[in-house]
């Protein structure tokens, strides 16, 4: 299994998920996102999110997200994105 | 409501037929951008929200004009400058409500009930506007929507839709630019009412706010939805004849003609009383109003009263007066504001008694308060449910009776309707642009629709620490010859309640050498056993008979129970002791309140000559109802008597199955106040102190009856474990034992000790059912067993083996004061005894006893316990207390 370990910054969710995606095609098993640092998501990111999910979910990769803060986890939990990922403290 | 809500309210159809798939995505696409949106903004603050709304009521503000134009061009209803007037309030009246209010975390706090509420968004709103108040709607449910972090996607009425839209896209512009979430507002475009089902019942949108006609709200409420609606409006006013009348027409005028009539809480039928009603018609057409003859009337009705259907013709709704005059061919003069049309009924038989969205005001003469009222009722009921009613009026009653007899949301006082109904102007009212009508009306509120129906209100609970409390007589004298305490309470008419052995034994004599001198005394002999209600009600004829101010109750459980019921009866007659025994869960709770106000008042000495049921400290009082055939169990702390004396010298010649019957009661009351979900460290310590007492004194009591200090001490032991109970309660070997005792004819203290070792390893067993008790923290009873046997020196290093330890001493104890150990042994045979489990489980589980126990008994536990009983030794092995416990 080679996992793939990135952080993302608030300040740029949607760039660090594009550079995620480039990664994805040499992932196998799962990549890890450290979202710790996010404490709030917008439109733009959730739909970067989305999409890197669908990514991933092409390409059968499984996406962690860890350090998640609680607000976002709702924003996920509303937009009913949560059960796509798994999340580790 | 105006012209397609009036169409509306004859067709609305719940649409059903499939919408293409391309449309269907399209909706799906707005959906879950607003839900994106809605999701994202659960993160703003108070302070990001508060940012984003001042601008965008400036923004409002600054489009007033405009928006008022564009609707009155594209409806053709109204008045251009009302409408301005519409989207200020809209703005700036909301705005100044609103805008210091918490709608973000913490929004209240209540600090003396633990409460906190803490708002949570609803999500997606589905909004339907209307046409009468277009732009002024969705400016206010966009200022709502933000101040609630909520999305909402519009629905503005078709002919409406353009004005509509520019205002939801200056609001977006507004919110967006200050840090809303994109995709907060959504304007449907060229929509249909399939496009509307679709979104009313789409499993994202939270709630639909369907401001608009009938149909529309009733499709609302169809769709299984939250749904805030408002009804239908048809607005009595009543002019009664103290009312300041220059201000009832002028406000009238206003409402009626504001917006050319299109709010539908304005005035629709003025109801005049007599004396009044031609000065108040001349005040009307003196500012402007024109009065119409029968001819006139008739004309007026044919034209904007729909024959078929009895409600208003929707060309004209929001029209001027002088064009409805035009229309009808009445000759008014140019500068009329209001039609007025005299009326002499209600309902179908009179049309313009309907509602009416314009200049049109139909009047009524009453002849009495009472006819208004009723014309006014009928008004209300005739399409006005729930909506806005209305008075003028100085005369406070009136005011009252029309307020009680009016079902409106809204009823306004010396104000006009339209303007006053939309809050914030004329009253407190919230200011809104959405009427709820309550269930009169079809909706879910009467309120005007606020920021708080944008909310989901969470309410945090804190545990709240019950208040609790020791009650007890303030005076209680004990030890040898306390009985002399009786000197220092002065009386002029004194009456010695007791039983005959008591009086035989000199002991009545004892209490009366120290009975002050002067104090005319009386002795009444009552029997020895629980008191009848015939023995009460002939002592209460004493009371009264010598007029006595003290009753000195000497003897044991009964003769003290009898005179708290017969103080109690003599200082309340009108005290009825069937009601006063009604069951209760919990005594500060309870239904039934006991007399405060008193015909006459007696102090109450109890000097006790039993050592068990310490009845001289206890509110309870047990009355037997011959005639019914039952007990009836009386408790409240004004039973308690005023002065307890406990003197050993009068149970020094107590027998020795006396002193073991009541001895055992005590060491029960004690051990179940201990262990109640009662308990607190005020009655631990008396229950704790007679455990104690008891295991060391009953068996010197029993084995030696003149040994004065045991006797003392059981004495003094028997009221201190009442004094637990009395605020503690007991338990389910209560429960059980009063449940035996009645059906078998068993002593008191017998029946308790049959009963007590298989309830100690019972409550000290995990539960199978624990009883909610915001008294204590966590499940206790074998635990606190554990520290009774600590106290006892029993030994043991677990709870299990502690607890064992103490069933074991009870059961030593039991031994020596040579107690039957099991039913059995009373000669009950098995047969007998399984034919009488049904009504003993079904006694013992009315008894209110068990209420306190820690643990609830089920039928099946109450059962098991009998047997148990029954068959006697061998409990110790059934304690299976809860894991993990070491002392």
């Given at each position: 299994m080679i996992a793939v370990w990135l952080k993302v910054d608030e300040e740029r969710i949607v760039q660090a998920l594009h550079e995620a995606e480039e990664k994805l095609d040499s992932v196998e098993g799962e990549v890890a996102l450290d979202v710790s640092s996010v404490r709030r998501?917008?439109?733009?990111?959730?739909?970067?999110?989305?999409?890197?999910?669908?990514?991933?979910?092409?390409?059968?990769?499984?996406v962690v997200l860890r350090g998640v803060d609680v607000g976002v986890y709702k924003v996920l939990k509303l937009v009913k994105l949560a059960s796509r990922f798994s999340f580790v403290s | 409501m105006a012209t397609h809500e009036v169409q509306e309210r004859v067709h609305f159809p719940i649409v059903t037929e499939s919408l293409s798939a391309e449309r269907i995505a399209d909706l799906e696409k707005l959906v879950s951008q607003a839900r994106a949106a809605a999701a994202v903004f659960t993160q703003f603050t108070q302070e990001d929200v508060d940012r984003i709304v001042k601008p965008m009521v400036l923004a409002g503000l600054d489009h007033a004009q405009h928006l008022a134009r564009l609707a009155v061009e594209e409806t053709r209803l109204g008045v251009m400058e009302d409408k301005v007037i519409k989207n200020m309030v809209a703005t700036e009246f909301v705005y100044n409500y609103i805008k210091d209010k918490p709608t973000v975390g913490i929004i209240r706090e209540f600090p003396e009930r633990n409460l906190v509420e803490v708002a949570e968004p609803i999500g997606v709103i589905f909004s339907i506007t209307p046409i009468t108040n277009p732009t002024s709607t969705v400016l206010f449910k966009c200022i709502m929507a933000i101040k609630t972090r909520n999305a909402v996607i519009f629905s503005p009425h078709p002919n409406a839709w353009r004005c509509c839209s520019e205002a939801v896209r200056i609001m977006y512009e507004a919110a967006l630019k200050h840090g809303a979430p994109e995709g907060v507002f959504a304007c449907l475009e060229a929509h249909t009412l399939q496009d509307n089902a679709y979104l009313m019942r789409h499993k994202d949108v939270g709630l639909i706010d369907a401001t608009g006609g009938p149909g529309a709200v009733k499709a609302a409420y169809s769709s299984g939805k939250p749904a805030l609606g408002v009804g239908p409006g048809n607005t009595p006013v009543y002019l009664e004849k103290t009312a300041d009348l220059n201000t009832a027409v002028t406000d009238i005028i206003l409402s009626k003609t504001f917006d050319n009539g299109t709010?539908?809480?304005?005035?629709?039928?003025?109801?005049?009383?007599?004396?009044?009603?031609?000065?108040?018609?001349?005040?009307?057409?003196?500012?402007?109003?024109?009065?119409c003859n029968e001819r006139e009337r008739e004309l007026l009705t044919r034209t904007v009263i729909d024959p078929t259907t009895g409600l208003m013709q929707p060309t004209a709704v929001g029209q001027k007066a002088t064009d409805i005059a035009r229309f009808a061919g009445l000759s008014v003069r140019p500068?009329?504001?209001?039609?007025?049309?005299?009326?002499?009924?209600?309902?179908?038989?009179?049309?313009?008694?309907?509602?009416?969205?314009?200049?049109?005001?139909?009047?009524?003469?009453?002849?009495?308060?009472?006819?208004?009222?009723?014309?006014?009722?009928?008004?209300?009921?005739?399409?006005g449910l729930g909506h806005t009613a209305a008075i003028f009026s100085r005369n406070e009653e009136v005011i009252r009776k029309f307020g009680?007899?009016?079902?409106?949301?809204?009823?306004?006082?010396?104000?006009?309707?339209?303007?006053?109904?939309?809050?914030?102007?004329?009253?407190?009212?919230?200011?809104?642009?959405?009427?709820?009508?309550?269930?009169?009306?079809?909706?879910?509120?009467?309120?005007?629709?606020?920021?708080?129906?944008?909310?989901?209100?969470?309410?945090?609970?804190?545990?709240?620490?019950?208040?609790?409390?020791?009650?007890?007589?303030?005076?209680?004298?004990?030890?040898?010859?306390?009985?002399?305490?009786?000197?220092?309470?002065?009386?002029?008419?004194?009456?010695?309640?007791?039983?005959?052995?008591?009086?035989?034994?000199?002991?009545?004599?004892?209490?009366?050498?120290?009975?002050?001198?002067?104090?005319?005394?009386?002795?009444?002999?009552?029997?020895?056993?629980?008191p009848e209600v015939k023995v009460?009600?002939?002592?209460?004829?004493?009371?009264?008979?010598?007029?006595?101010?003290?009753?000195?109750?000497?003897?044991?459980?009964?003769?003290?129970?009898?005179?708290?019921?017969?103080?109690?009866?003599?200082?309340?007659?009108?005290?009825?002791?069937?009601?006063l025994a009604a069951p209760f869960l919990d005594l500060r709770k309870r239904v039934i309140q006991y007399p405060t106000e008193k015909l006459n008042w007696a102090r109450l000495i109890a000097i006790s000559t039993t050592s068990g049921t310490g009845s001289e400290v206890t509110p309870f009082a047990v009355l037997t109802d011959k005639e019914r055939g039952r007990k009836v169990t009386l408790a409240d702390y004004s039973l308690s008597p005023d002065v307890a004396i406990v003197d050993p010298q009068f149970v020094m010649s107590m027998p020795q199955g006396l002193t073991a019957d009541t001895g055992i009661d005590c060491l029960t009351?004690?051990?179940?106040?201990?262990?109640?979900?009662?308990?607190?460290?005020?009655?631990?310590?008396?229950?704790?102190?007679?455990?104690?007492?008891?295991f060391k004194y009953l068996p010197i009591a029993y084995e030696h009856p003149r040994d004065e200090e045991a006797r003392s001490m059981m004495h003094n032991a028997a009221c201190i474990a009442a004094m637990a109970f009395a605020n503690a309660s007991v338990g389910v070997n209560h429960a059980l034992a009063h449940a035996f005792g009645a059906r078998f004819g068993v002593a008191h203290g017998r029946a308790n000790a049959l009963m007590l070792p298989h309830v100690i390893a019972y409550n000290a067993s995990v539960p199978t059912k624990f009883l909610p008790s915001p008294y204590q923290k966590g499940y206790i009873a074998h635990k606190k067993y554990a520290t009774i046997a600590d106290l006892l020196g029993l030994g043991g290093h677990t709870i299990d083996e502690k607890v064992k330890n103490l069933v074991a001493a009870t059961e030593q104890l039991l031994d020596q004061l040579r107690f039957p150990r099991s039913i059995a042994d009373l000669g009950i045979s098995k047969e007998e005894f399984e034919r009488a489990m049904p009504e003993l489980t079904k006694l013992a589980f009315d008894d209110p006893s068990w209420r306190s126990n820690p643990r609830m008994p089920l039928m099946s536990e109450l059962v098991d316990l009998f047997w148990k009983a029954y068959q006697g030794r061998g409990t110790t092995k059934a304690v299976n207390v809860p894991r993990q416990q070491t002392a």
């Open positions: 998501i917008d439109p733009g990111a959730l739909r970067a999110i989305e999409e890197f999910a669908d990514i991933a979910d092409d390409k059968g990769v499984k | 709010i539908c809480a304005s005035e629709q039928t003025a109801v005049i009383d007599d004396e009044i009603y031609d000065v108040v018609l001349k005040k009307f057409a003196e500012l402007g109003a024109h009065i500068d009329t504001k209001l039609l007025i049309a005299p009326i002499q009924g209600v309902g179908r038989e009179h049309p313009l008694s309907a509602e009416k969205l314009f200049p049109v005001l139909a009047v009524y003469r009453a002849k009495s308060v009472d006819e208004a009222l009723k014309v006014c009722v009928d008004v209300n009921h005739a399409g009680e007899a009016i079902n409106a949301g809204r009823i306004l006082v010396n104000s006009p309707g339209s303007v006053g109904a939309v809050g914030g102007v004329y009253n407190d009212l919230p200011p809104t642009f959405s009427f709820g009508c309550g269930t009169g009306g079809g909706n879910s509120t009467t309120d005007n629709v606020n920021i708080y129906h944008y909310l989901n209100i969470k309410r945090v609970a804190r545990r709240t620490q019950a208040h609790m409390w020791f009650r007890v007589p303030n005076q209680i004298y004990f030890n040898m010859n306390a009985v002399e305490n009786v000197r220092q309470f002065p009386s002029r008419s004194t009456i010695i309640m007791t039983n005959p052995a008591l009086e035989k034994f000199g002991h009545v004599d004892i209490v009366r050498r120290y009975i002050p001198e002067g104090t005319h005394v009386h002795v009444s002999v009552i029997p020895d056993a629980e009460v009600m002939q002592g209460v004829e004493a009371l009264n008979f010598y007029k006595a101010d003290q009753i000195i109750a000497l003897g044991g459980g009964s003769v003290i129970d009898a005179a708290k019921i017969m103080k109690l009866k003599y200082e309340s007659p009108g005290a009825d002791l069937e009601e009351h004690a051990l179940e106040a201990g262990v109640s979900s009662y308990a607190s460290a005020y009655t631990d310590s008396n229950a704790m102190q007679a455990i104690r007492m008891v």
